[in-house]
């Protein structure tokens, strides 16, 4: 069992940058993402993390731009975004499984069995 809480969800301004934080009640050799959904769209996986050999992986959408990235010694997971634009907006979460990815599967919803509650983004022009 893994609780996952996130937090650093804001609203910012086009071009502005907002760093995630996933509090994880452990981080072992976990698959780890990132998700978002936003209002009438499905859930978008937009970057994940292998913790046991960091592979990452991250969406055509924010390649480039967003940054997933972890600190172990504080069980904790980021997800820098930098250059956010209004598609952005979302209520982002945080996902985990101890089943080992580094592929595809990373990205995927169903890859994954412990989520946060979210923590809401919004980039207004």
């Known amino acids: 069992q893994v609780h996952l809480l996130e937090s650093g969800g804001g609203s910012v301004q086009v071009g502005g940058s907002l760093k995630l934080t996933c509090q994880a009640s452990r981080i072992g050799a976990d698959s780890m993402a990132w998700f978002r959904r936003a209002p009438g769209k499905e859930r978008e996986g937009v970057a994940g993390?292998?913790?046991?050999?960091?592979?990452?992986l991250y969406a055509a959408s924010v390649k480039g731009r967003f940054t997933i990235s972890q600190d172990n010694a504080k069980n904790e997971l980021y997800l820098q975004m930098n250059n956010l634009k209004p598609e952005d907006s979302a209520m982002y979460y945080c996902?985990?499984?101890?089943?080992?990815?580094?592929?595809?599967?990373?990205?995927?919803?169903?890859?994954?069995?412990?989520w946060g509650q979210g923590t809401q983004v919004t980039v207004s022009s």
């Open positions: 993390l292998q913790t046991a050999d960091g592979t990452r």
């Open positions: 996902a985990a499984d101890p089943r080992y990815y580094v592929d595809y599967r990373l990205l995927r919803h169903d890859s994954y069995n412990f």
